[in-house]
């Protein structure tokens, strides 16, 4: 029987809200599948929600208050703490920020905008300015340092491989001034010359092709099936269904079979850097 792994209500309102979970069910003398039969779940994603790695329904929180009712409500308490938390990252991305820290391989495809990942502090900015335009420096500066935080997976001794795919216009469409494209395009250069990095654009003369349906990551790992994340205009989506897993991949496969080899593609990056963003 594996260890029981230690939790860290600590890390953030996921975390806080699986410890607690855990905490009141092993006081109720429950196993998860036990918890999981009474709320209409799986023991495997009770298990996921105790660790921190999948974000509860209302649905979930509402049958813990009924199974366990000495409990006084706190779950949906909890889970509406974690829906309105305004931390450097919205709760319902928690669980992707997750996978990126247990992921083994990362591929990405990106029509409009540099992923997070690869992200400059000033063009996180410029983002953030433009989508939150009310917010205040501090929080705007809270939101730049989470999304910089995220990066520093790539710091480790084992770090992820990253895939990263972009379109041309990527590269073209200003975001901040164009100093702070210029300087994100030669970040794309440094970290794309890393081995565990591979940067490919896929040019204007492409045209039409199927990664016109939208950004998407899929992230690997060493012992759980994969899942892809999608973008879209209200919140991200993960999805983990093998046939949703599979088709994301092929149409990974499909844009990377459009795109410029690895070295065509630092020197359109290049290019584009020197002619059309030079200040």
């Not at 450097?88 to 591929?107: D, H, K, M, N, Q």
């Not at 905008?113 to 917010?135: E, N, S």
């Not at 940067?199 to 204007?204: K, Y």
Request: proline content about 5%; hydrophobic content about 40%; some cysteine.
């Amino acid at each position: 029987m594996p260890p029981t792994r230690v939790l860290d209500p600590t890390a953030g309102p996921l975390f806080f809200f699986g410890a607690e979970v855990r905490r009141w069910r092993t006081s109720a003398g429950m196993s998860q599948e036990q918890l999981g039969q009474q709320i209409g779940y799986s023991a495997a994603l009770v298990g996921r929600v105790e660790l921190g790695e999948r974000s509860p329904s209302l649905d979930f929180a509402e049958g813990c208050d009924r199974t366990m009712p000495a409990a006084g409500g706190l779950f949906g308490r909890l889970y509406e703490l974690a829906r309105h938390w305004e931390g450097g990252y919205p709760s319902w991305f928690a669980e992707w920020v997750e996978a990126e820290r247990r992921a083994i391989t990362l591929c990405t495809w990106q029509p409009l905008l540099v992923p997070g990942l690869l992200q400059t502090a000033d063009y996180a900015r410029a983002l953030f300015l433009a989508w939150h335009g009310t917010d205040s420096d501090d929080q705007v500066d809270q939101k730049v340092n989470a999304r910089i935080e995220r990066q520093t997976i790539f710091q480790r001794g084992d770090p992820p491989a990253l895939w990263a795919v972009l379109d041309e216009g990527v590269l073209r469409r200003c975001v901040g001034s164009a100093a702070t494209m210029r300087g994100q395009l030669l970040h794309l250069l440094e970290v794309s010359d890393r081995s565990t990095i591979t940067l490919q654009v896929v040019p204007s003369e492409a045209g039409a092709h199927v990664g016109g349906l939208g950004a998407f990551f899929i992230a690997a790992f060493a012992n759980a099936p994969s899942i892809v994340y999608l973008e879209t205009a209200d919140q991200g989506q993960i999805k983990e269904r093998p046939s949703a897993v599979s088709k994301i991949s092929e149409i990974f496969d499909q844009v990377r079979a459009e795109a410029l080899p690895r070295g065509a593609s630092r020197d359109l990056i290049r290019k584009v850097a020197e002619e059309q963003w030079t200040t």
